[in-house]
């Protein structure tokens, strides 16, 4: 299958700052990417559908200014927690669509002190 | 409104014995269907899918599923459980009327004990 990959895998950072987190379709271009979160135990909340090179489609509830997210060529999606909180701590995954199904990143574990 | 059931948190099998994983699922259509294993602190892996054509879909690691239509239901299968099957299967189904909308299933915890 497709491979994709997330930069960073875990990340520390301080309360107040902000983090940026890199999707990577390695060897197929990937018109539409999506972003997850996860909760220990709990199943996958997508937060947001980036298309590129227009604007992401968040799902109700996610904070568009919180949680920047941009798909600026057909292999790389970002997603920025701008002011990240100690409540932002989770597991996030992203995914990039293949004809039927998503091909999934290993995930990145943010941890906010 | 379209949703995908995962009706047990949680499946303890024995090693050697067959397991199954039910999904039972309401969309409008027919739908594309899916299952993803997570293994800890990593990404989900794609295991299988049904399209169209025969009910039956054979993947990866000898897993099956079996797409029946009557009862709206894809329960994931396999003849002889190993330890290291043990993880974290979601069922998922993309809505083929919006083609970006994806259900997952809440997940099912497999527990192959020795």
């Known amino acids: 299958g497709a491979v994709v990959s997330q930069h960073p895998s875990r990340v520390i950072c301080k309360s107040g700052t902000s983090v940026k987190i890199e999707c990577r379709s390695l060897?197929?271009?990937?018109?539409?990417m999506f972003w997850y979160r996860q909760f220990p135990k709990q199943s996958l909340m997508l937060m947001a559908t980036s298309n590129e090179g227009s604007k992401a489609t968040y799902e109700q509830g996610v904070e568009k200014d919180k949680f920047l997210i941009n798909h600026a060529s057909l292999t790389l999606s970002t997603l920025t927690v701008t002011s990240a909180h100690p409540e932002d701590s989770s597991f996030y995954i992203c995914s990039a669509l293949g004809v039927y199904e998503q091909y999934f990143g290993p995930g990145t574990r943010l941890t906010v002190t | 409104a379209q949703s995908v059931a995962q009706p047990e948190d949680q499946v303890n099998v024995a090693e050697g014995n067959p397991l199954t994983v039910k999904c039972t699922y309401s969309?409008?259509?027919?739908?594309?269907l899916f299952w993803y294993v997570q293994y800890p602190n990593r990404g989900l892996q794609f295991l299988l899918k049904?399209?169209?054509?025969?009910?039956l879909v054979k993947g990866s690691y000898g897993f099956e599923a079996e797409f029946n239509k009557s009862q709206t239901s894809f329960h994931l299968k396999k003849p002889s459980a190993l330890v290291s099957d043990s993880a974290l299967y979601f069922c998922a189904v993309r809505d083929r009327y919006n083609f970006n909308k994806f259900y997952f299933g809440s997940g099912t915890k497999l527990n192959v004990k020795p």
């Open positions: 969309v409008s259509g027919n739908p594309y």
């Open positions: 060897d197929f271009q990937a018109t539409t």
């Open positions: 049904y399209i169209t054509g025969d009910n």
